[in-house]
């Protein structure tokens, strides 16, 4: 399926003061949150990964893994190849099976990372143009993936794209920072999330740092 190109985000991933002074209008109880929280950093979040393609290898092996474990694992698979970087499609291509599983990789993760690689290298993933989709585009694309589902492309919206407009109703960090926002017994489930995200659009994604930082109250 074919999507209409839009231009990439500004670097700054930094929304405009009028815009979010109309986000407060729409949600005052968002504002009041936001204003006791930690200050917006601004998307996309730079220091983690060094290319598109690290930041989803990065993803998925830090899948279901505490961060401790999976850093190790990360840094492993980092060390195979000569210096700080992670190594590039056609370096994980040409290390071994064996290599990658000595590092701590699963054989389920491992399966992902060379189904990652090899799409990147047959340009069926085109990574150094995936910020000009928009954003239902690169889900999709990203979906196509072994081990990527929504969730994690819709973090790679956020994290690495600085796409400001992205909310991820499954995550359940989201949904306990709606259940404190709103003063809830219960935490709402994914399409609750969704619908009363409808009114921070078009800034779900600064709402859901809101949300995410409620949760470290």
């Not at 492309?153 to 306990?176: K, S, T």
Request: overall charge positive.
């Amino acid at each position: 399926m074919r999507h209409p190109v839009q231009p990439a985000p500004s670097p700054s991933g930094i929304p405009s003061a009028a815009a979010l002074r109309a986000l407060d209008r729409r949600d005052p109880a968002l504002a009041k949150a936001w204003r006791r929280v930690a200050a917006f950093p601004g998307f996309p979040v730079p220091g983690q990964a060094g290319s598109h393609f690290h930041a989803l290898a990065r993803s998925i092996i830090y899948q279901q893994l505490a961060g401790a474990a999976a850093k190790t694992i990360h840094d492993r698979v980092r060390n195979l190849t000569p210096g700080r970087r992670f190594p590039r499609p056609e370096e994980v291509a040409a290390i071994s099976d064996a290599r990658l599983r000595g590092a701590g990789l699963s054989a389920a993760k491992l399966a992902s990372l060379r189904d990652l690689s090899d799409r990147v290298l047959t340009r069926s993933l085109p990574l150094t143009a995936i910020s000009r989709l928009p954003d239902e585009g690169v889900i999709e694309r990203l979906v196509e993936v072994r081990g990527i589902g929504p969730w994690t492309a819709q973090m790679f919206l956020m994290f690495r794209l600085g796409r400001l407009d992205v909310l991820a109703p499954g995550d359940l960090g989201l949904q306990e920072g709606m259940r404190r926002l709103d003063g809830l017994e219960e935490r709402p489930g994914p399409r609750e999330l969704q619908t009363r995200g409808e009114r921070w659009a078009p800034l779900r994604s600064v709402a859901a740092w809101v949300l995410w930082r409620l949760t470290e109250e």
